[in-house]
């Protein structure tokens, strides 16, 4: 939140708000099952696992362990561009 409030010159209080907001409706959009864009780096989306078995790895004893849904993150060509030193 400090380097945003800086380079925008607004108060750290009024940024962790507004970034809060922000989090709060991605995180809306994407619990419904939507997918968010957010152009020039990246997109959040919802996906599916299978259950599966598992092994704790000091006893060797299977688990099962359930299904559950995950966010999925997919970085923009732009961000990538960046990463990558391009």
């Known amino acids: 939140m400090d380097a945003v409030a800086a380079a925008t010159g607004e108060s750290k209080a009024a940024m962790g708000e ?3 907001a922000v989090i709060a409706a991605i995180t809306g959009e994407v ?8 152009i020039g780096f990246g997109s959040l989306t919802t996906g599916a696992r299978a259950a599966r078995v598992g092994r704790i790895p000091g006893t060797g004893a299977e688990i099962q362990i359930p299904a ?3 966010v999925k993150f997919t ?7 960046v990463v990558n030193g391009g």
Do not use: C, M, N, Y
């Not at 619990?31 to 957010?38: H, N, Y």
């Not at 970085?75 to 990538?80: L, S």
């Open 68 to 70: 559950a849904e995950t």
């Open 31 to 38: 619990t419904k099952g939507k997918t968010v864009q957010l």
């Open 75 to 81: 970085a923009g060509k732009a961000f990538k561009d």
């Open 18 to 20: 507004t970034i809060d």
